[in-house]
């Protein structure tokens, strides 16, 4: 059975667009948490938490960790929230490696921005100071994984190449 590699961090670290491109090196499959919920719910992530608050979203998202936690041969791309609930971490660990992608808060805020309206959690005239304080709050839950990768200042295909020289010995022979 195949380890997923499972890739944490804040919005705008690059979990997604890292993550797809880790999937095709790797020859796995990719997954991203949020997109799950967004077709298993058929709405979007900023309308749940808009309509149904913050607490339901994660309901549904610890819901879905736990299904593709089972799953083998993925990368997962989880929400930025994902460690937070210590479930969903004891679910990805049983059979992931975990991986962190971190970034500078201003690094984030140039992200982020070019999709302006879909972080609910940034809805905030001061972003940069939300960010800066949940990343703060965040900062020990993220500590959970196995490696770290700063993808500040990197091209992707760089941070993809970092993460696979690190996971490689910890896949082994699967």
């Known amino acids: 059975m195949a380890k997923n590699i499972v890739l944490l961090g804040f919005m705008g670290t690059g979990k997604s667009i890292v993550g797809r491109r880790l999937a095709v090196e790797l020859?796995?499959?990719?997954?991203?948490t949020d997109h799950f919920i967004e077709k298993r719910t058929q709405r979007r992530i900023p309308d749940i938490f808009a309509e149904d608050g913050e607490t339901v979203f994660r309901d549904l998202e610890a819901?879905?960790?736990l299904e593709?936690?089972?799953?083998?041969?993925?990368v997962i791309a989880t929400g930025g929230g994902v460690p937070l609930n210590k479930?969903?971490?004891?679910?990805l660990q049983g059979n992931g490696i975990l991986v962190t992608l971190t970034a500078r808060p201003d690094a984030i805020l140039r992200r982020v921005q070019r999709r302006?309206?879909?972080?609910?959690?940034l809805n905030n005239?001061?972003?940069?100071?939300?960010?800066?304080?949940?990343?703060?709050?965040?900062e020990s839950a993220y500590r959970c994984a196995?490696?770290?990768v700063d993808t500040s200042d990197i091209p992707v295909e760089?941070?993809?190449?970092?993460?696979?020289?690190?996971?490689k010995p910890r896949l082994g022979a699967s």
């Open 63 to 65: 819901q879905a960790v």
């Open 87 to 91: 479930a969903n971490v004891e679910a």
């Open 27 to 32: 020859k796995y499959r990719f997954i991203d």
């Open 116 to 121: 302006a309206g879909q972080r609910p959690l």
């Open 68 to 74: 593709v936690a089972a799953w083998s041969g993925y």
């Open 158 to 167: 760089k941070s993809v190449n970092l993460i696979i020289d690190q996971i």
């Open 146 to 148: 196995d490696i770290q």
């Open 125 to 138: 005239p001061d972003p940069l100071g939300e960010i800066v304080k949940l990343l703060s709050q965040r």
